[in-house]
């Protein structure tokens, strides 16, 4: 374990005063995730300020540990490189950064269900309640294909469909638009990859596998594998991982500037 450094200190006591005042928050009906997590653009919920708050709110012990654990680990050796004042910026940016990467590739994602919802109602047919349905991952595709079939054939008429989607389509955009994003680990995945830069050869521990890794390899593959499972976009993966490749590309442009700046100022 490295020596705990200011900076880092200082963010892993706000990460865990946070927790701790969420839990106690609770109990009084306060939900802290609701009110600090960052959700998408067109929510209802959405407050700018969440850029910054949701990267100290956690959704449970081991989401905080994972997290501070890397932050003490890797942060702790690159702020006694860097000083605490530029890795405190680093942090918060890339954090940020994560966010705001996040909430484009939500944007991109949920733009084949915003065209198809309108150009439903725009022509409500058989063919444009399947593309609705197909948009998105809320409603059940057998489900659509067989009232699209009974529309068709005249089991339900027009007026009938319409009326049951403009009430499901509301509670479809409340699911897909309130559901926060917590957590630190844009703003972690941001000091993996620097930390990968900084100390390449550095041959980390990994549980469970016998032998030491790389950084620079471990960096990879684990941008790989979030690249991955981002596009899967496997069922039940709650894990929001393009939010950690953007707090990785944020680093990585961030880096890039100041690598520039100082080739700059020796020049």
């Given at each position: 374990m490295p020596q705990l450094t200011n900076g880092a200190k200082a963010l892993l006591l706000a990460n865990i005063a946070v927790f701790v005042l969420g839990f106690l928050a609770e109990r009084t009906g306060f939900d802290i995730d609701k009110n600090l997590g960052l959700y998408y653009i067109k929510s209802e919920y959405f407050k700018p300020l969440q850029f910054i708050t949701?990267?100290?709110?956690?959704?449970?012990?081991?989401?905080?540990?994972?997290?501070?654990?890397?932050?003490?680990?890797?942060?702790?050796?690159?702020?006694?490189?860097?000083?605490?004042?530029?890795?405190?910026f680093y942090y918060l940016v890339t954090g940020v950064g994560a966010g705001?990467?996040?909430?484009?590739?939500?944007?991109?994602?949920?733009?084949?269900?915003?065209?198809?919802v309108d150009?439903?109602?725009?022509?409500?047919?058989?063919?444009?309640?399947?593309?609705?349905?197909?948009?998105?991952?809320?409603?059940?595709?057998?489900?659509?294909?067989?009232?699209?079939?009974?529309?068709?054939t005249g089991f339900y008429t027009d007026e009938q469909i319409i009326e049951a989607f403009e009430q499901q389509i509301p509670q479809a955009k409340a699911m897909l638009f309130n559901t926060p994003v917590v957590g630190a680990s844009g703003a972690v995945f941001g000091l993996l990859l620097a930390f990968g830069l900084?100390?390449?050869?550095?041959?980390?521990?990994?549980?469970?596998?016998?032998?030491?890794?790389?950084?620079?390899?471990?960096?990879?593959?684990?941008?790989?594998?979030?690249?991955?499972f981002g596009?899967?976009?496997?069922?039940?993966?709650?894990?929001?991982?393009?939010?950690?490749?953007?707090?990785?590309?944020?680093?990585?442009v961030l880096l890039m500037v100041w690598s520039r700046g100082n080739r700059q100022r020796y020049e």
């Open positions: 949701y990267m100290f709110v956690h959704a449970g012990f081991m989401h905080l540990f994972f997290n501070m654990f890397a932050l003490v680990q890797f942060g702790s050796m690159i702020e006694s490189v860097w000083g605490t004042k530029r890795f405190v705001v990467i996040h909430i484009i590739v939500t944007h991109l994602q949920l733009m084949p269900f915003l065209d198809a150009a439903f109602f725009a022509n409500p047919t058989p063919d444009s309640l399947v593309a609705l349905g197909t948009s998105t991952p809320v409603f059940k595709d057998a489900a659509i294909m067989e009232l699209a079939d009974r529309w068709r900084m100390f390449p050869n550095l041959k980390l521990q990994i549980i469970f596998i016998p032998i030491g890794i790389p950084a620079k390899y471990f960096v990879i593959l684990y941008g790989i594998a979030e690249l991955f596009i899967k976009d496997f069922s039940g993966d709650n894990i929001a991982h393009f939010a950690h490749l953007g707090g990785m590309l944020v680093g990585f």
